[in-house]
């Protein structure tokens, strides 16, 4: 970092850069253009982060971010209590939320399966999982985790686990995006897209 910028924006900069795919000079973009607002809107923003700890917790049925609990999904009466999709992180529940596609409940892991990163079931909350599995009347697990090596392995994981349990275990279609020409698709997007064919 230059010795031209003064400590408190090179300090700022700094903690910008930790935010996922925000590089050196995203992040100086970013603090040089808070610096341009007025002190007002700067301090909104400091009061706004400096509240994130104080009143968000994660509920304590789905585990998502929520300033209530249990959370507003979870508090829904209207929601179908006998299917649960499993996602990653809150990001991904706010997605499928904000599609309008599903009417049950969620529950989130909180990260995949990566025993070379030293993550495995007792980190997520896999075991949370299970332990609502039995006392709740549960007979659907949708999952939805990504469609990488080690969002598959926890789908594969969680399945076997499940299956065991007398539930309907469904994984989410991973494929062709609607609207994108097949020849422009990855050979990983194709087979993908073929192993979750649908028949009429």
């Not at 999709?85 to 991904?92: A, K, L, Q, R, S």
């Not at 969620?106 to 980190?123: A, E, K, R």
């Not at 494929?175 to 064919?197: F, N, S, V």
Request: glycine letters at 8%; charged letters at 25%.
């Amino acid at each position: 970092m230059s010795s031209a910028l003064p400590p408190a924006l090179s300090r700022l900069i700094k903690d910008i850069e930790r935010l996922p795919g925000v590089g050196e000079k995203t992040a100086t973009r970013f603090a040089l253009q808070i610096l341009r607002w007025p002190k007002a809107q700067a301090r909104e923003l400091a009061d706004s982060i400096a509240e994130l700890h104080g009143k968000i917790g994660l509920c304590s049925i789905c585990f998502t971010f929520s300033e209530q609990n249990p959370c507003p999904v979870c508090a829904d009466c209207k929601r179908d209590n006998s299917v649960v999709c499993v996602v990653e992180d809150p990001g991904d529940l706010l997605a499928l939320e904000k599609a309008g596609a599903f009417r049950g409940r969620y529950h989130v892991l909180h990260g995949v399966l990566s025993p070379m990163d030293g993550i495995g079931p007792n980190q997520l909350k896999i075991g949370e999982l299970f332990e609502r599995v039995k006392k709740e009347d549960i007979k659907e697990i949708i999952l939805a985790t990504s469609s990488t090596v080690a969002g598959d392995a926890t789908a594969s994981f969680l399945a076997e686990n499940l299956k065991k349990l007398g539930l309907q275990v469904a994984r989410i279609a991973c494929g062709i995006p609607m609207g994108m020409d097949l020849k422009y698709a990855d050979r990983m997007t194709l087979q993908k897209a073929l192993e979750a064919r649908t028949f009429f």
